[in-house]
């Protein structure tokens, strides 16, 4: 059984950073897919990066372009998503999600290709 943990959420106020992490258990980061989707109230859910099994290739919707950085330490099965220069607009519940292939199809969408996921953790920025 696959198991994904979020933590890193918060509040903080626009301009500053926040790195979150994705723990997986059941599942080995190194060979799938990881990604990271979030949903702000009211909104469908939206990709923000995926990092790919085998080679690592980083991969980001526009709003993430320039600002976050995706990573991972397969050592410890954990993926990361530092976020820099944060804005009010990126308010929203952060998931980390993975599937049973390396590539990172789909990763922009609402993560229909995903079938498995966290339980997401919080961030809020004020302006």
């Known amino acids: 059984q696959v198991r994904l943990v979020e933590s890193g959420g918060g509040l903080v106020q626009a301009g500053d950073s926040l790195s979150l992490s994705c723990v997986v258990s059941g599942g080995a980061i190194g060979i799938n897919a990881m990604a990271w989707f979030r949903q702000a109230p009211g909104k469908e859910r939206e990709g923000v990066s995926c990092i790919s099994g085998t080679t690592g290739s980083p991969y980001y919707t526009d709003s993430a372009k320039g600002r976050f950085t995706i990573s991972r330490d397969n050592a410890k099965n954990t993926v990361y998503l530092q976020m820099n220069s944060l804005k009010p607009e990126d308010t929203a519940v952060y998931y980390c999600?993975?599937?049973?292939?390396?590539?990172?199809?789909?990763?922009?969408?609402?993560?229909?290709?995903?079938?498995?996921w966290g339980q997401g953790t919080q961030v809020t920025v004020s302006s």
């Open positions: 999600a993975t599937r049973t292939t390396q590539t990172c199809a789909g990763y922009s969408g609402n993560g229909a290709e995903y079938g498995y």
